[in-house]
């Protein structure tokens, strides 16, 4: 049994793992996920460090199944709408932009402007005077 599973922890992995656990929490659905990060991260310090240590340390400082337990977890707690249809509402766009968007309309004054400023031609780039090297490569 190696000195990490008998709970002899180096400090500095402690503090490092405290770092990593907080950013990535293992409880809950992606509790593995999160304990790939840690791992990954913990094993760039020790290299003989496996996952297995890491739970049995865990497991030695907090209760796992309670805090699992206690993690909301999104699957369970979506409602169940028998006919997801009908909580939808109806939508309608307002009137004015209904008329706007008619055929043959003119529109309101602002469409007419968004359309008369879309209609003139954007101003062509000014010439960039050549380099040394685009004079060397006309000649």
């Known amino acids: 049994?190696?000195?990490?599973?008998?709970?002899?922890?180096?400090?500095?992995?402690?503090?490092?793992?405290?770092?990593?656990?907080?950013?990535?929490?293992?409880?809950g659905l992606h509790r593995h996920a999160a304990m790939l990060n840690i791992y990954n991260e913990l094993r760039k310090l020790i290299s003989d460090i496996t996952p297995e240590d890491i739970w049995a340390?865990?497991?030695?400082?907090?209760?796992?199944?309670?805090?699992?337990?206690?993690?909301?977890?999104?699957l369970e707690e979506a409602p169940f709408v028998e006919n997801p249809k009908a909580s939808f509402q109806d939508f309608d766009l307002p009137e004015e932009w209904m008329e706007e968007a008619a055929p043959g309309s003119g529109g309101s004054k602002a469409a007419v402007r968004r359309r008369e400023a879309s209609a003139t031609p954007a101003p062509s780039p000014k010439a960039t005077p050549l380099t040394r090297s685009d004079r060397k490569r006309k000649r």
């Open 1 to 27: 049994m190696s000195q990490l599973r008998a709970g002899h922890w180096p400090k500095a992995l402690e503090a490092a793992m405290f770092n990593v656990l907080y950013r990535c929490r293992p409880v």
């Open 57 to 74: 340390h865990l497991d030695t400082l907090y209760d796992l199944e309670t805090l699992n337990e206690n993690e909301d977890n999104p």
